[in-house]
């Protein structure tokens, strides 16, 4: 099963739609919308506020959005060990980046 985060969704979402258009936007959705049999999405609430506060004062000498803490935090939790990312963030808990 892949994870991702309702925080990437979002900034997915306003990438295409700074980029491209709304139609490339709503596109964007219905891809990820499509993919719920193999991809569960996480939520952003309070706990996990508190969990990507606590990467990012873990990690307070980097530049971390509340996106990639909330990632950290995501693979920190659920012991995820492969991000398939090209920020190099996404590695300073030990995950392997599948995109070099």
């Known amino acids: 099963m892949l994870v991702t985060s309702s925080l990437v969704v979002a900034e997915g979402h306003a990438w295409f ?9 709503a596109e964007f ?3 990820v919308n499509s ?19 606590r990467i990012t004062h873990r990690f307070a000498d980097q530049k971390l959005t ?17 991000c398939w ?7 300073l808990i030990g995950a392997t980046l599948a995109i070099h």
């Not at 739609?17 to 936007?25: T, Y």
């Not at 049999?37 to 969990?51: C, G, K, N, T």
């Not at 509340?66 to 492969?82: E, Q, Y």
């Open 17 to 25: 739609l700074k980029k491209f258009d709304q139609k490339k936007a």
């Open 35 to 53: 993919l719920a049999s193999v991809m569960a999405l996480e939520p952003f609430d309070r706990d996990a506020l508190a969990h990507a506060s």
């Open 29 to 31: 959705l219905r891809v």
């Open 66 to 82: 509340l996106t990639d803490a909330h990632g950290l935090a995501l693979m920190d939790r659920l012991g995820l060990k492969l």
């Open 85 to 91: 990312s090209a920020d190099w963030h996404m590695g």
